[in-house]
């Protein structure tokens, strides 16, 4: 009888492009100001792919080369790719297939999935299972988003908020007592005209209406998704603590989507935690949607020890949300 396995973070990759969009710089763009984005969002400036020859297929191959490299892995042993990704490369065509190729993937299965900010959770826990079922043995999970290529930078209100990047994590096996313990998820689809982009897809194929009228940028509520958020968060995290019988004296780390400085803060007030034990970095970054929360592991790895207790949590789209918890183990 084969022992039970727990699925454990054994490597990490990020990558955000060399541009840097700051707020000075879209104060000449749009009617805004610095002070005003920073006291709102706790955005100060965000990466933006400005190399038009690349696309979010390109972030996530660069994010799975930097992983390989420092966990000193071949390519050849990765078992399956999932890709969480808003802005895929093509329709039909798998983004996670791409990254397949460009990173030599030869003998990995690849899909994508699409949960928006809440992606990587939905795929970080889906490849999960893949290791924990003893099937797979090596699966990389990455969070990537080119939001620059579905922003209008004619609006203020949505413009100031996103960036772009990539970030992936490789899971193994172990029979000891760490990895992902538990995960809580939720999706409400009513909350879907709050956030979304409505052009492209079935319900608006694109056509020459469809691109005079603006549809295929990013239009958000911003105060309906903002409290849905630090709801959906909040009660994920509590439900998580009560579900594995802890405190939140218990919790070494928050890693939570970086949407909003405000939200970001909000959940930790309302959990009790001190800011301390948050990670954040959308100072830096802005809102990458499913790579912010791979990209803060990649960030802070080197601030996560053995056995810490971690806790995941985001809100997206859809509505989508939820939190993972896992005991953090030893990097490759």
């Not at 996530?60 to 969480?84: G, M, N, Q, R, Y």
């Not at 992902?180 to 979304?196: A, M, N, P, Q």
């Not at 005079?212 to 994920?236: C, N, P, W």
């Not at 009560?242 to 970001?264: E, K, M, S």
């Amino acid at each position: 009888m084969a022992l039970k396995s727990s699925a454990v973070i054994t490597g990490v990759g990020g990558y955000v492009p060399d541009n840097i969009l700051t707020n000075s710089d879209l104060e000449k763009m749009v009617e805004t100001n610095s002070e005003w984005i920073v006291s709102r969002t706790g955005i100060r400036e965000r990466r933006i792919l400005a190399d038009k020859s690349l696309a979010t297929s390109d972030m996530a191959a660069f994010a799975v080369k930097s992983l390989l490299e420092s966990a000193k892995v071949d390519p050849s042993e990765i078992d399956c790719v999932i890709v969480a990704t808003s802005t895929p490369d093509y329709l039909l065509i798998s983004t996670a297939s791409i990254v397949c190729d460009k990173c030599g993937l030869s003998n990995a299965w690849a899909s994508d999935v699409n949960a928006a900010c809440s992606g990587f959770l939905y795929a970080f826990t889906l490849g999960s299972s893949l290791v924990e079922s003893n099937r797979y043995k090596k699966v990389i999970v990455i969070g990537a988003d080119q939001n620059s290529a579905i922003v209008n930078y004619a609006d203020r209100n949505t413009c100031i908020l996103f960036g772009d990047g990539a970030g992936a994590v490789l899971l193994e096996p172990s029979t000891e007592d760490i990895g992902v313990i538990d995960s809580v998820f939720k999706t409400d689809g009513h909350g879907r005209e709050h956030l979304y982009v409505p052009g492209g897809g079935s319900m608006n194929p694109a056509t020459g209406e469809t691109v005079d009228g603006k549809l295929h940028y990013i239009r958000q509520d911003g105060r309906v998704v903002f409290k849905a958020a630090i709801k959906g968060m909040t009660e994920s995290c509590t439900s998580i603590l009560q579900r594995n019988n802890l405190t939140i004296d218990d919790i070494n780390w928050l890693i939570p989507h970086q949407a909003n400085y405000r939200i970001i803060h909000a959940v930790g007030d309302a959990l009790g935690l001190p800011e301390s034990r948050v990670k954040i970095n959308i100072d830096r970054y802005g809102n990458t949607t499913a790579a912010t929360i791979p990209l803060a592991l990649w960030d802070f790895k080197e601030d996560f020890k053995e056995n810490d207790n971690v806790i995941l949590t985001a809100f997206g789209a859809g509505f989508s949300w939820g939190a993972t918890y896992l005991k953090w183990g030893k990097l490759r």
